[in-house]
Protein backbone atom coordinates (compact mmCIF):
# COMPACT_ATOMS: atom_id res chain seq x y z
CA UNK A 1 0.00 0.00 0.00
CA UNK A 2 1.79 3.37 -1.37
CA UNK A 3 2.60 5.83 1.73
CA UNK A 4 0.82 9.44 2.59
CA UNK A 5 3.80 10.80 0.38
CA UNK A 6 4.13 8.85 -2.33
CA UNK A 7 0.13 9.58 -2.46
CA UNK A 8 1.03 13.43 -2.15
CA UNK A 9 3.59 13.51 -4.63
CA UNK A 10 1.56 11.15 -7.25
CA UNK A 11 -1.06 14.03 -6.63
CA UNK A 12 1.36 17.40 -7.13
CA UNK A 13 3.13 15.33 -9.81
CA UNK A 14 -0.24 15.83 -12.05
CA UNK A 15 0.51 19.45 -12.14
CA UNK A 16 2.97 21.40 -13.95
CA UNK A 17 5.90 21.85 -12.02
CA UNK A 18 5.46 25.29 -10.91
CA UNK A 19 2.09 25.00 -9.98
CA UNK A 20 3.15 22.03 -7.71
CA UNK A 21 6.11 24.35 -6.37
CA UNK A 22 3.32 26.92 -5.20
CA UNK A 23 1.29 24.22 -3.77
CA UNK A 24 3.89 22.89 -1.56
CA UNK A 25 4.78 26.58 -0.24
CA UNK A 26 0.69 27.33 0.42
CA UNK A 27 1.00 23.62 2.30
CA UNK A 28 3.99 24.54 4.60
CA UNK A 29 2.18 28.20 4.72
CA UNK A 30 -0.68 26.37 5.96
CA UNK A 31 0.93 23.89 8.54
CA UNK A 32 -0.47 21.20 5.92
CA UNK A 33 3.33 19.95 6.32
CA UNK A 34 4.45 18.54 9.41
CA UNK A 35 7.63 19.50 11.15
CA UNK A 36 10.40 17.03 11.63
CA UNK A 37 11.67 16.61 15.21
CA UNK A 38 14.86 15.73 15.29
CA UNK A 39 17.34 15.66 18.60
CA UNK A 40 20.16 17.75 18.38
CA UNK A 41 23.62 15.74 17.93
CA UNK A 42 26.40 17.60 19.10
CA UNK A 43 28.75 15.93 17.00
CA UNK A 44 26.72 17.81 13.85
CA UNK A 45 27.08 21.28 14.93
CA UNK A 46 29.91 23.55 14.37
CA UNK A 47 30.58 27.08 13.46
CA UNK A 48 31.43 28.58 9.94
CA UNK A 49 32.01 31.87 8.79
CA UNK A 50 31.38 33.07 12.46
CA UNK A 51 27.76 31.19 12.44
CA UNK A 52 26.94 28.36 14.97
CA UNK A 53 25.33 25.58 12.55
CA UNK A 54 23.63 22.98 14.60
CA UNK A 55 23.18 20.65 11.71
CA UNK A 56 24.96 21.75 8.43
CA UNK A 57 21.75 20.81 6.22
CA UNK A 58 20.56 23.83 4.45
CA UNK A 59 17.66 24.55 2.34
CA UNK A 60 19.43 26.54 -1.33
CA UNK A 61 17.91 29.53 -2.60
CA UNK A 62 15.43 28.72 -5.41
CA UNK A 63 12.81 27.57 -3.03
CA UNK A 64 11.30 30.03 -1.17
CA UNK A 65 11.90 33.01 -3.43
CA UNK A 66 10.45 35.53 -1.87
CA UNK A 67 11.09 34.49 1.80
CA UNK A 68 7.31 33.41 2.35
CA UNK A 69 8.32 30.36 4.31
CA UNK A 70 12.20 30.25 5.83
CA UNK A 71 10.69 28.89 9.36
CA UNK A 72 8.34 26.23 7.79
CA UNK A 73 11.93 25.22 6.05
CA UNK A 74 13.61 25.34 9.74
CA UNK A 75 11.43 23.27 11.25
CA UNK A 76 12.22 19.93 8.72
CA UNK A 77 15.17 19.46 10.07
CA UNK A 78 17.22 21.98 8.14
CA UNK A 79 19.89 23.59 10.07
CA UNK A 80 19.66 26.78 7.92
CA UNK A 81 17.52 28.19 5.04
CA UNK A 82 18.14 30.54 2.28
CA UNK A 83 15.36 32.37 0.72
CA UNK A 84 15.80 34.66 -2.96
CA UNK A 85 17.13 34.74 -4.93
CA UNK A 86 15.75 38.44 -4.30
CA UNK A 87 16.20 41.50 -7.02
CA UNK A 88 15.83 45.34 -5.98
CA UNK A 89 12.37 45.44 -8.06
CA UNK A 90 9.99 42.75 -8.28
CA UNK A 91 10.37 40.74 -11.95
CA UNK A 92 8.02 38.50 -13.42
CA UNK A 93 11.25 35.95 -14.70
CA UNK A 94 11.24 34.28 -18.24
CA UNK A 95 7.95 33.10 -20.06
CA UNK A 96 6.57 29.99 -19.07
CA UNK A 97 6.77 27.03 -18.75
CA UNK A 98 9.82 27.08 -17.11
CA UNK A 99 10.63 24.24 -15.10
CA UNK A 100 10.46 20.46 -16.24
CA UNK A 101 10.75 17.26 -14.38
CA UNK A 102 13.31 14.80 -15.37
CA UNK A 103 11.82 11.72 -13.45
CA UNK A 104 13.90 8.97 -14.78
CA UNK A 105 16.56 11.01 -13.66
CA UNK A 106 15.36 12.73 -10.79
CA UNK A 107 16.79 16.13 -11.94
CA UNK A 108 14.91 19.06 -12.69
CA UNK A 109 15.49 22.21 -15.75
CA UNK A 110 14.73 25.43 -14.84
CA UNK A 111 14.76 28.84 -16.63
CA UNK A 112 12.79 30.98 -14.46
CA UNK A 113 14.98 33.56 -14.56
CA UNK A 114 14.89 35.31 -10.87
CA UNK A 115 10.78 35.59 -10.87
CA UNK A 116 10.39 37.21 -7.25
CA UNK A 117 8.20 40.30 -6.04
CA UNK A 118 11.05 42.63 -5.21
CA UNK A 119 13.18 43.61 -1.57
CA UNK A 120 10.09 45.50 -0.37
CA UNK A 121 7.85 42.71 0.04
CA UNK A 122 10.57 40.45 0.88
CA UNK A 123 12.13 42.93 3.89
CA UNK A 124 8.53 43.16 5.14
CA UNK A 125 8.28 39.23 5.66
CA UNK A 126 11.24 38.79 7.15
CA UNK A 127 11.77 41.36 9.22
CA UNK A 128 7.71 39.98 10.75
CA UNK A 129 10.46 37.16 11.95
CA UNK A 130 11.19 39.41 14.55
CA UNK A 131 13.79 38.00 16.91
CA UNK A 132 12.68 34.34 16.07
CA UNK A 133 15.44 31.83 15.92
CA UNK A 134 16.66 30.32 13.22
CA UNK A 135 19.41 30.82 10.36
CA UNK A 136 18.45 32.56 7.60
CA UNK A 137 20.35 33.73 4.48
CA UNK A 138 19.84 35.78 1.64
CA UNK A 139 20.62 34.87 -1.54
CA UNK A 140 20.52 38.26 -3.84
CA UNK A 141 20.87 39.06 -7.67
CA UNK A 142 20.22 41.77 -9.90
CA UNK A 143 16.98 42.51 -11.95
CA UNK A 144 17.27 41.60 -16.04
CA UNK A 145 17.18 45.11 -17.03
CA UNK A 146 19.00 46.58 -14.62
CA UNK A 147 21.43 49.32 -16.28
CA UNK A 148 23.98 48.90 -12.90
CA UNK A 149 23.93 45.18 -12.09
CA UNK A 150 26.79 45.66 -9.38
CA UNK A 151 24.36 48.35 -7.67
CA UNK A 152 21.65 45.88 -7.47
CA UNK A 153 24.23 43.85 -5.20
CA UNK A 154 24.75 46.69 -3.45
CA UNK A 155 21.14 47.20 -2.52
CA UNK A 156 20.43 44.08 -1.45
CA UNK A 157 23.75 44.25 1.27
CA UNK A 158 22.52 47.45 2.63
CA UNK A 159 18.11 46.52 1.74
CA UNK A 160 18.61 42.93 4.30
CA UNK A 161 21.24 43.64 6.72
CA UNK A 162 18.59 44.12 9.84
CA UNK A 163 17.31 40.74 9.16
CA UNK A 164 19.22 38.28 6.80
CA UNK A 165 21.85 35.82 9.17
CA UNK A 166 23.65 35.48 6.18
CA UNK A 167 24.01 36.84 2.47
CA UNK A 168 25.33 35.02 -1.08
CA UNK A 169 25.55 36.69 -4.13
CA UNK A 170 24.50 34.50 -7.18
CA UNK A 171 26.39 35.30 -10.00
CA UNK A 172 25.79 32.03 -11.64
CA UNK A 173 22.14 31.14 -12.40
CA UNK A 174 22.31 30.75 -16.50
CA UNK A 175 18.85 32.22 -16.38
CA UNK A 176 19.70 36.03 -16.65
CA UNK A 177 21.75 36.94 -19.81
CA UNK A 178 24.83 38.13 -19.02
CA UNK A 179 24.59 37.51 -15.77
CA UNK A 180 27.73 34.33 -15.80
CA UNK A 181 29.98 37.23 -16.92
CA UNK A 182 30.50 39.01 -13.45
CA UNK A 183 32.92 35.39 -13.07
CA UNK A 184 35.30 37.22 -15.08
CA UNK A 185 38.15 38.00 -13.43
CA UNK A 186 38.21 42.06 -13.74
CA UNK A 187 34.34 41.63 -13.13
CA UNK A 188 34.33 39.81 -10.10
CA UNK A 189 37.05 41.99 -8.45
CA UNK A 190 34.54 45.47 -9.15
CA UNK A 191 31.70 43.22 -7.53
CA UNK A 192 33.51 42.19 -4.57
CA UNK A 193 34.88 45.11 -4.14
CA UNK A 194 31.71 47.11 -3.87
CA UNK A 195 29.22 44.57 -2.04
CA UNK A 196 32.54 44.03 0.65
CA UNK A 197 32.17 47.71 1.00
CA UNK A 198 28.72 47.94 1.33
CA UNK A 199 29.15 44.86 3.92
CA UNK A 200 31.33 47.05 5.91
CA UNK A 201 29.46 49.99 6.10
CA UNK A 202 26.88 48.16 7.10
CA UNK A 203 28.27 46.25 10.11
CA UNK A 204 29.84 49.56 11.23
CA UNK A 205 25.92 50.78 11.71
CA UNK A 206 24.46 47.34 13.12
CA UNK A 207 27.33 47.26 14.98
CA UNK A 208 27.74 43.17 13.51
CA UNK A 209 29.45 41.61 10.94
CA UNK A 210 27.27 39.56 8.46
CA UNK A 211 29.08 36.86 6.53
CA UNK A 212 29.29 37.25 2.77
CA UNK A 213 29.00 34.26 0.39
CA UNK A 214 29.93 33.76 -3.04
CA UNK A 215 27.50 31.45 -5.00
CA UNK A 216 29.47 29.73 -8.52
CA UNK A 217 28.39 27.80 -11.41
CA UNK A 218 29.62 24.15 -12.16
CA UNK A 219 30.62 24.77 -15.78
CA UNK A 220 33.58 27.14 -15.39
CA UNK A 221 36.86 26.31 -16.80
CA UNK A 222 40.19 25.44 -14.97
CA UNK A 223 41.63 28.98 -15.66
CA UNK A 224 37.66 30.22 -14.47
CA UNK A 225 38.34 28.80 -11.37
CA UNK A 226 41.80 29.95 -11.01
CA UNK A 227 40.02 33.12 -11.33
CA UNK A 228 37.46 33.22 -8.80
CA UNK A 229 40.05 31.58 -6.14
CA UNK A 230 42.83 34.29 -6.91
CA UNK A 231 39.61 37.00 -5.98
CA UNK A 232 38.01 35.56 -3.27
CA UNK A 233 41.39 35.27 -1.92
CA UNK A 234 42.18 38.82 -2.25
CA UNK A 235 38.69 40.04 -1.04
CA UNK A 236 37.24 39.43 2.94
CA UNK A 237 35.22 37.01 1.45
CA UNK A 238 33.25 34.79 3.93
CA UNK A 239 32.67 31.63 1.66
CA UNK A 240 31.74 29.99 -1.88
CA UNK A 241 28.89 27.95 -2.82
CA UNK A 242 29.38 25.56 -5.23
CA UNK A 243 27.50 25.50 -7.49
CA UNK A 244 24.70 26.34 -9.17
CA UNK A 245 22.54 24.70 -11.81
CA UNK A 246 24.22 23.31 -14.89
CA UNK A 247 23.89 24.22 -18.99
CA UNK A 248 25.63 20.39 -19.37
CA UNK A 249 23.03 17.86 -20.02
CA UNK A 250 25.61 14.66 -19.86
CA UNK A 251 24.55 11.22 -19.07
CA UNK A 252 20.72 12.14 -19.14
CA UNK A 253 18.65 9.03 -19.84
CA UNK A 254 15.22 11.00 -19.74
CA UNK A 255 15.13 12.98 -22.78
CA UNK A 256 11.93 14.13 -22.88
CA UNK A 257 12.55 18.00 -21.51
CA UNK A 258 16.33 17.14 -21.78
CA UNK A 259 16.62 19.40 -24.74
CA UNK A 260 14.42 22.47 -22.91
CA UNK A 261 16.81 25.75 -21.92
CA UNK A 262 18.03 26.31 -18.45
CA UNK A 263 19.62 25.33 -15.50
CA UNK A 264 19.82 21.48 -15.00
CA UNK A 265 19.84 20.48 -11.14
CA UNK A 266 19.13 17.10 -9.30
CA UNK A 267 21.03 13.88 -8.48
CA UNK A 268 22.71 14.22 -12.41
CA UNK A 269 24.74 17.28 -10.88
CA UNK A 270 26.19 15.19 -8.08
CA UNK A 271 29.63 14.00 -9.69
CA UNK A 272 29.92 17.70 -11.55
CA UNK A 273 29.36 20.20 -9.02
CA UNK A 274 31.51 17.81 -6.28
CA UNK A 275 34.25 17.77 -8.43
CA UNK A 276 34.60 21.17 -8.79
CA UNK A 277 34.06 21.62 -4.79
CA UNK A 278 37.06 19.86 -4.14
CA UNK A 279 38.74 21.72 -7.03
CA UNK A 280 38.09 25.21 -5.46
CA UNK A 281 38.58 23.79 -1.95
CA UNK A 282 42.05 22.57 -3.33
CA UNK A 283 42.64 26.24 -4.87
CA UNK A 284 41.35 28.22 -1.98
CA UNK A 285 43.03 26.24 0.99
CA UNK A 286 41.86 25.05 4.01
CA UNK A 287 40.62 28.00 5.87
CA UNK A 288 38.06 29.92 3.58
CA UNK A 289 34.65 28.77 4.26
CA UNK A 290 32.36 26.74 1.05
CA UNK A 291 28.95 25.05 0.97
CA UNK A 292 28.77 22.37 -1.41
CA UNK A 293 25.24 22.01 -3.37
CA UNK A 294 24.07 19.85 -6.24
CA UNK A 295 22.71 16.41 -6.02
CA UNK A 296 22.79 16.11 -2.59
CA UNK A 297 19.51 13.35 -1.83
CA UNK A 298 20.68 11.49 1.22
CA UNK A 299 23.09 11.47 4.22
CA UNK A 300 25.48 9.68 1.97
CA UNK A 301 25.94 12.56 -0.79
CA UNK A 302 25.85 15.43 2.18
CA UNK A 303 28.73 13.54 3.62
CA UNK A 304 29.82 13.13 0.55
CA UNK A 305 30.09 16.75 -0.20
CA UNK A 306 32.10 17.14 3.10
CA UNK A 307 34.43 14.66 2.38
CA UNK A 308 35.43 16.53 -1.01
CA UNK A 309 35.75 19.95 0.68
CA UNK A 310 32.63 21.36 2.27
CA UNK A 311 31.88 22.74 5.30
CA UNK A 312 28.10 22.63 5.18
CA UNK A 313 25.81 21.50 2.46
CA UNK A 314 22.34 22.70 0.96
CA UNK A 315 19.76 20.94 -1.59
CA UNK A 316 16.75 21.70 -3.69
CA UNK A 317 16.02 19.76 -6.12
CA UNK A 318 16.13 16.04 -4.66
CA UNK A 319 13.17 17.51 -2.31
CA UNK A 320 10.89 17.25 -5.37
CA UNK A 321 11.50 13.51 -5.80
CA UNK A 322 12.00 12.58 -2.07
CA UNK A 323 9.59 15.05 0.00
CA UNK A 324 9.30 17.11 3.11
CA UNK A 325 10.96 14.16 5.13
CA UNK A 326 14.18 14.27 3.65
CA UNK A 327 15.71 16.66 5.20
CA UNK A 328 15.07 15.14 8.94
CA UNK A 329 16.78 11.58 7.19
CA UNK A 330 19.50 13.09 6.31
CA UNK A 331 20.65 14.57 9.98
CA UNK A 332 19.73 10.96 11.49
CA UNK A 333 21.16 9.48 8.64
CA UNK A 334 24.42 11.88 9.23
CA UNK A 335 24.40 10.81 12.75
CA UNK A 336 24.72 7.22 11.92
CA UNK A 337 27.48 7.55 9.99
CA UNK A 338 29.24 9.42 12.73
CA UNK A 339 28.55 6.24 14.65
CA UNK A 340 29.91 4.30 11.96
CA UNK A 341 32.84 6.58 11.30
CA UNK A 342 33.62 6.75 14.96
CA UNK A 343 34.40 10.62 15.10
CA UNK A 344 33.98 12.80 17.33
CA UNK A 345 32.51 15.58 14.93
CA UNK A 346 31.51 15.96 11.69
CA UNK A 347 34.30 18.09 10.32
CA UNK A 348 36.90 15.76 11.08
CA UNK A 349 35.89 13.93 7.69
CA UNK A 350 36.43 17.30 5.93
CA UNK A 351 38.44 16.89 2.89
CA UNK A 352 39.04 12.83 3.44
CA UNK A 353 38.37 12.41 -0.03
CA UNK A 354 39.37 15.13 -1.49
CA UNK A 355 42.05 13.43 -3.93
CA UNK A 356 39.92 11.57 -4.80
CA UNK A 357 37.18 13.97 -6.22
CA UNK A 358 40.51 16.10 -7.70
CA UNK A 359 40.96 13.22 -9.82
CA UNK A 360 37.26 12.83 -10.61
CA UNK A 361 36.68 12.47 -14.54
CA UNK A 362 33.39 14.78 -14.98
Request: net charge negative.
Given at each position: MPDLFSLGRRGLFLFDAETAHGLSIAGLKTGLVPACRTAADPRLAQTVAGIRFANPLGMAAGYDKNAEVPDALLSLGFGFAEVGTLTPKAQSGNPKPRIFRLERDRAVINRLGFNNEGHDAALARLSARGNRAGIVGVNIGANKDAADR?????????????????????????????????????????????????????????????????????????????????????????????????????????????????????????????????????????????????????????????????????????????????????????????????????????????????????
Open positions: VADYVAGIRRFYSVASYFTANISSPNTPGLRDLQAKESLDALLSAVLAARAEEAIRAGKRLPVFLKIAPDLAEEGLDDIAEVALAHDLDGLIVSNTTLSRDGLTDRTHAGEAGGLSGAPLFDKSTAVLARMRNRVGSALPIIGVGGVSSAETALEKIRAGADLVQLYSCMVYEGPALPGRIVKGLSALLDREGVSNIRDLRDTRLDHWLSAKV
